[in-house]
């Protein structure tokens, strides 16, 4: 199996110990083996369009952090946690709802700005903010999916120009072991910064809830730190794989 990913993503066995999987940085995002002390919060909202029926910057309540403002580290070698995972079967999507994930865009970290805005501020070059998390405008350079330049500006007609994409596809992760995690520790997986990327909105809309064994991204020069990714964020959160899954993509030639 291993032998096969790599192949799919052109990476030779001498090459193996360099394939790197990112970690995320803010250091109060629990794993599904701890939860995270609920701490007494006041919901707060921030101008914003409403996204999943809640107004950007709605806070959580007992789920704080620090501001995800930096772009995850790549520290933990992607063989060692590929091989780690549980390969079973496809669990039922029955009972799956964007709402058990928590509330969209929530602000979990607790530092006043929601999860999109963060990520936006993050992932963009040059961003401007209306109040200091709203970000109006900036470039995301390059785009991760399809290698390009995107200019963005927020408004009804252009926003959705540059869209945050779920790695893991939350749908995705119900069916290979989410359902099994808490109410609190899925909001955090769906807000986890090391899971989410600013991308291309078309390119995003393409993709869906598909996994790495059914899609990858159109720009094969980040095929390869895609599916590390895909693998860590699964690690994190002790999903797992399936037999099918892994056949596919060592089917996959780039």
């Not at 919060?41 to 910057?57: K, S």
Request: charged residues 25%; aromatic residues 6%; contains cysteine.
């Amino acid at each position: 199996m291993i032998a096969g990913i790599l192949g799919a993503l052109g990476i030779g066995a001498a090459n193996t110990a360099s394939v790197t999987t990112p970690t995320a940085t803010a250091t109060s995002t629990a794993t599904p083996s701890s939860t995270p002390t609920p701490t007494a919060t006041v919901p707060i909202n921030i101008e914003g369009e409403e996204l999943g029926g809640v107004a950007e910057g709605t806070l959580v309540e007992g789920i704080d952090g620090e501001a995800p403002r930096k772009a995850p580290d790549a520290d933990v070698k992607s063989i060692d946690a590929l091989e780690a995972l549980e390969v079973k079967g496809r669990a039922p999507k029955t009972g799956y709802d964007r709402e058990k994930f928590g509330a969209a865009w929530a602000d979990v970290d607790g530092n006043g700005c929601d999860t999109r805005n963060d990520i936006l501020y993050r992932d963009l070059t040059g961003s401007v903010t209306s109040d200091g998390c709203t970000v109006t405008s900036g470039t995301l350079d390059p785009d991760p999916y399809t290698d390009t330049v995107i200019d963005f500006v927020r408004g009804p007609a252009t926003s959705a120009d540059v869209q945050i994409d779920h790695v893991v596809a939350l749908s995705d992760a119900w069916q290979k072991g989410a359902q099994q995690l808490d109410a609190e520790t899925r909001a955090l997986f769906a807000n986890d910064p090391l899971n989410l990327l600013a991308v291309d909105g078309p390119t995003n809309q393409a993709k869906g809830d598909k996994d790495a064994a059914s899609w990858l991204p159109p720009n094969k020069g980040f095929r390869c730190e895609y599916v590390s990714i895909q693998i860590a964020v699964k690690a994190k959160y002790e999903l797992w794989i399936t037999q099918p899954g892994c056949a596919d993509v060592e089917g996959r030639r780039g």
